[in-house]
């Protein structure tokens, strides 16, 4: 089996093979991509109970389909740390911030923080040491935990304390992990960058520890490849990168997606909206211009802002399995899963059994699917009339999500001034469906919005297909203070002197890029086409004179799918 993928650009090397896993809510899928082509695409049923057991159970079936082990690289979407934060099962962490002067953030963080004393200013400059005594306090107040967290308001602009604070942390108590505000995130926002090294401690055990067992059981079926973790704006890590940074690895689900619909779909420049239905939810992705919109405030993790950055996406409870039921006289699609479709053996009735009893898709057993519509029909009302209606209701659940996506976008502020003056309403264009549940809801969908669609072929496994060809991406934030003579890069933990001559904000992005290609060579990432992800300039004036600037630029390999030569990465 072959297929061509209209989007995906082959490297030099027929030979070369990637493979993509997504691990679903509802199912695993597995994909192999060789010079430009599907080779190999394998489903089965996710075990929640044990992850591995459905990864293995693909990968197997792939390496017998195609008769080699021998991947260029292995990509993972996987739930692990969503799942662990939506079902609670997450470490107690000991939250530890040195927030000085100003706005109390206590109240508003995911737990209640031990606050230490010690503080940088906004510009980088250490006005208050913290103490030694204090954090002993601290640790002996944490006495049960044994993941920290050590947070600085400014550390970006400084590392100096958080580093001193982690060192003492680490020579008393030794814990397993230890998460610094700083290197987790690089944005300037204190709370958000404190909500990211939170999420990423509280995540940390379980993610390495899957990490472990997926290394473990490749070495044990002889597939020797990288490994990469896709991440939520949609470029990967190296596994061993993520495993310090696993909250990076959150929303992995509706990047593959999205990234796979950006790599079937090729360079049509669509502004409207991607659609991935599966069986558990509906992933609806914003598109501008060809390219997916990235969401400005940061990825929300519980309700709480941080500063992982991912696409503007919205997820509905509505798959092609949601359970379809009566509450209080009210139909009610979604958002519980109770198994698979009647009308493919499953105990209950759901979206699926709907759409074959009203004739939209071939299905399963349709005898099934028309029983599962006379269970929930009202007196009087046919098995397809019934049909209609939870059809209907799960087409209006879905455009009332797309509406509050839109609404978001649009009320989303303004920071800069060429935003406001160049501001452009989005438009909403056309649908692109993926997911299996695509065929049957977006013609539906899109008739209802008056706009047009597309189905890519191979669109079930739009997800697989994204993680195989996603681009490995990494991130920088430069900082430079030209008044005080030097620029911090907080990922990498440095403050350096500034070189001489000319501080220009070229020259800031040039240095920025240095940076990176050092950091993404450490990491055996291919530094490729690059892109500003931030950019700010503001003068320091003291007495009616400027006295320097201060200059922030971000910089990260651009995410997107990967491109001729790119496969030599490792």
């Given amino acids: 089996m072959e297929q061509s993928v209209v989007g995906f650009i082959p490297g030099k090397r027929g030979d070369n093979m990637f493979l993509g896993l997504d691990v679903g809510g509802t199912f695993t899928d597995g994909v192999v991509v060789a010079d430009g082509k599907i080779v190999s695409m394998v489903k089965a049923p996710t075990t929640n109970e044990n992850l591995l057991r459905c990864i293995l159970t ?15 690289r292995i990509v993972l979407s996987t739930t692990i740390v969503t799942n662990a934060i939506v079902e609670g099962k997450i470490d107690q962490v000991a939250l530890c911030i040195m927030p000085g002067p100003g706005m109390n953030i206590a109240d508003i963080l995911p737990v209640e923080p031990y606050i230490l004393s010690g503080y940088i200013d906004h510009r980088g400059r250490e006005m208050a040491q913290p103490s030694k005594e204090e ?19 400014f550390a970006v602009r400084n590392p100096n304390f958080e580093s001193a604070v982690a060192d003492w942390i680490q020579e008393k108590v030794s814990p397993m992990h230890i998460s610094r505000g700083g290197k987790v995130s690089g944005t300037l926002n204190f709370l958000r960058r404190t909500n990211s090294a939170y999420y990423n401690a509280a995540v940390w055990r379980r993610f390495n520890a899957f990490a472990t067992a997926v290394e473990e059981a490749l070495t044990i079926r002889g597939v020797y490849s990288p490994v990469f973790v896709l991440k939520a704006d949609g470029g990967t890590l190296p596994l061993s990168v993520a495993r310090n940074c696993p909250i990076e ?9 999205t990234i796979g619909v950006m790599g079937m779909n090729g360079d049509a420049a669509v502004s409207g909206i991607s659609l991935d239905i599966g069986g558990t939810t509906t992933d609806i992705a914003l598109w501008q211009k060809g390219r997916p919109a990235l969401a400005k405030e940061g990825a929300a993790v519980a309700g ?9 996406l919205k997820s509905a409870g509505i798959g092609g399995d949601s359970l379809v039921f009566w509450e209080n006289h009210v139909l009610k699609v979604g958002p519980m899963r109770h198994g698979p479709a009647m009308a493919a053996g499953g105990p209950k009735p759901t979206v699926t059994d709907a759409m074959v009893a ?11 699917a028309v029983k599962a519509m006379k269970q929930l029909a009202l007196q009087g009302q046919s098995p397809e009339e019934m049909a ?3 059809v209907d209701k799960a087409v209006n659940d879905i455009c009332q999500a797309i509406a509050d996506l839109l609404d978001e976008q649009a009320a989303e502020p303004l920071y800069h001034v060429e935003e406001i003056v160049y501001e452009r309403k989005f438009v909403l264009e056309t649908i692109i469906g993926v997911g299996g549940g695509a065929a049957g809801l977006v013609p539906l969908i899109a008739k209802k919005l008056g706009i047009s669609y597309t189905l890519p072929e191979n669109g079930k496994v739009a997800n697989a297909f994204g993680a195989a060809v996603a681009r490995p991406t990494i991130a920088i934030t430069l900082r430079a203070d030209t008044a005080e003579g030097y620029y911090t890069v907080p990922e990498l933990g440095i403050k350096n002197r500034l070189p001489r001559g000319n501080s220009s904000l070229q020259n800031m992005y040039e240095l920025a890029e240095k940076h990176l290609a050092e950091l993404a060579q450490r990491n055996s990432i291919f530094a490729g086409e690059t892109q500003i992800v931030q950019s700010e300039e503001f003068n320091m004036v003291r007495g009616f004179t400027s006295v320097g600037k201060i200059m922030t630029c971000r910089l990260q390999i651009k995410p997107g799918v990967l491109q001729y030569g790119e496969e030599e990465l490792c």
Avoid at 59 to 70: L, R, W, Y
Avoid at 135 to 153: N, P, T
Wanted: proline fraction near 2%; hydrophobic fraction near 45%.
């Fill in 249 to 257: 690895a959150i929303f992995t689900g509706p990047a593959a997606s």
């Fill in 388 to 390: 209609s209606q939870v």
């Fill in 135 to 153: 954090v002993l306090s601290a640790c002996r107040h944490f006495a049960s935990c044994d993941v920290f967290v050590v947070s600085g308001k």
């Fill in 358 to 368: 009203a004739g939209f898709i071939d299905f399963g057993d349709r005898a099934l």
């Fill in 58 to 72: 693909v990968v197997d079936k792939m390496v017998e389909d195609i008769g080699s082990k021998a991947f260029e």
């Fill in 304 to 312: 709480h802002r941080t500063g992982v950055q991912g696409f503007r």
